[in-house]
């Protein structure tokens, strides 16, 4: 791994995402029984998605969708809108399987190969930018995207939970792989650099905006871009449902809405300028 210089990182960078997988995804890592268009109608990924458009146009902000090929084949008309509205369309894998970014490297190429094929079709843009699925990847991903040409990945977090992602080794400011097959850039996923937990939407619910904006705060002082992420179902009403977990419901729905909003605010406030991740790949590149 190359450590690179980032000039760009220190201007306050501030990156939105949202990871689109839907209810079916969620209710497979947790081993739930369950008909995919029956779980699909119960939580409307498409509803998620126009809420969070609707609070982007709103803030004028432009934001990076890593979408699976799953996703892309059952909603591709919303797909095609998406990046009609000026957002960025990136790969989430294929099926959002724990470890389909853990597999062979064919077996990963073969995967990435089938979800870019259905981007590009719902968008018009083949996709340069990656999320592993579950944030679960490894060097063999890494040199995958970049046999495959992508620009950038962001799926590594600078932190620990066993059993799940993360690693302690990653840093936290963006950096190049490099490999025989040229190099990419990585954009890790932010953590709060007091309490070592991502800057996501799940723990937002859990700890309020605050965590979040705590960590903003910290890692703009440190001259650290921030990657955040939230997915479409963070905004919905969720249905009670047996084995999936407790904490992917609290605080869902408009209270989700309403600190994003806040958090974007926020991000203002500190004079932040909230960008696409390809926007910042390119810009970063530029610098090098």
């Given at each position: 791994?190359e ?10 960078r ?15 890592f ?12 119960q939580?409307?990924v ?85 999320r ?8 063999t ?30 840093k ?37 905006a ?35 977990p ?43």
């Amino acid at each position: 791994m190359e450590q690179a210089k980032c000039s760009v990182c220190s201007a306050h960078r501030f990156i939105m995402s949202v990871d689109v997988d839907g209810w079916p995804s969620l209710l497979r890592f947790y081993s739930v029984e369950h008909d995919i268009s029956e779980a699909e109608r119960q939580v409307n990924v498409e509803e998620g998605i126009d809420k969070l458009l609707n609070l982007f146009e709103e803030k004028g902000v432009r934001a990076t969708f890593f979408v699976t090929g799953e996703m892309g084949q059952r909603h591709p008309i919303k797909v095609g809108e998406i990046a009609k509205k000026g957002h960025e369309v990136a790969c989430h894998g294929f099926l959002h399987e724990r470890d389909e970014c853990l597999l062979s490297a064919e077996q990963q190429k073969s995967r990435i190969e089938k979800a870019m094929t259905i981007i590009e079709d719902a968008t018009g843009q083949r996709p340069t930018g990656f999320r592993a699925p579950c944030l679960r990847a490894n060097n063999t991903t890494l040199e995958t995207l970049c046999r495959m040409g992508f620009l950038y990945d962001s799926s590594y977090l600078p932190m620990l939970i066993p059993g799940h992602y993360g690693s302690l080794s990653l840093k936290r400011r963006p950096y190049y792989f490099v490999s025989k097959w040229g190099k990419i850039l990585e954009i890790p996923i932010s953590t709060n650099p007091i309490f070592p937990l991502p800057l996501s939407a799940s723990w937002m619910r859990n700890l309020g905006a605050s965590h979040v904006k705590l960590g903003i705060k910290m890692l703009f002082g440190l001259g650290y871009p921030v990657m955040l992420y939230i997915h479409p179902r963070d905004v919905l009403n969720l249905p009670p449902t047996q084995g999936v977990p407790w904490h992917l419901y609290r605080n869902t729905g408009s209270r989700s809405i309403e600190m994003l909003d806040e958090i974007l605010s926020y991000v203002e406030q500190l004079g932040g300028r909230i960008s696409r991740a390809i926007d910042f790949a390119e810009e970063f590149m530029k610098t090098k």
